[in-house]
């Protein structure tokens, strides 16, 4: 059974930073490119950012580009969303995933395995 466990979540003031973490179990964790979307209240759920299985190949969401950074340690078993200069509006429920294949992919649909999400608030 696949599992996948987020952490780092939690209160920030706008400016500063947080680092979320994707710890995965049940899976050959190297073979599978890996995402993070989030959720705002009362919003769909959105993508942010994605990493190949090799973690040579990202993508970002334009609205965190240049401020988040995806990385993975596929000794670890874990993926991470490094998140500078937040701002009120990066406020939502943060998920990691795991897609079905090794390569980047911005479709939610791409993806099989999802967290249980950490929430991320950040105040102005």
């Known amino acids: 059974q696949v599992q996948l466990v987020e952490s780092g979540g939690g209160l920030v003031q706008a400016g500063g930073s947080l680092r979320l973490s994707c710890t995965a179990s049940?899976?050959?964790?190297?073979?599978?490119?890996m995402g993070w979307f989030r959720q705002a209240p009362g919003k769909e759920r959105e993508f942010v950012a994605t990493?190949?299985?090799?973690?040579?190949?990202?993508y970002y969401a334009d609205a965190v580009k240049g401020r988040f950074t995806i990385s993975r340690d596929n000794t670890k078993n874990t993926a991470y969303l490094q998140m500078n200069s937040l701002k009120p509006e990066d406020t939502a429920v943060y998920y990691c995933?795991?897609?079905?294949?090794?390569?980047?992919?911005?479709?939610?649909?791409?993806?099989?395995?999802w967290g249980q999400g950490t929430q991320v608030t950040v105040s102005s």
């Open positions: 990493i190949s299985s090799s973690g040579v190949n990202t």
């Open positions: 995933a795991r897609a079905i294949a090794g390569w980047i992919t911005r479709l939610a649909g791409a993806y099989d395995y």
């Open positions: 049940g899976q050959p964790f190297s073979s599978y490119a």
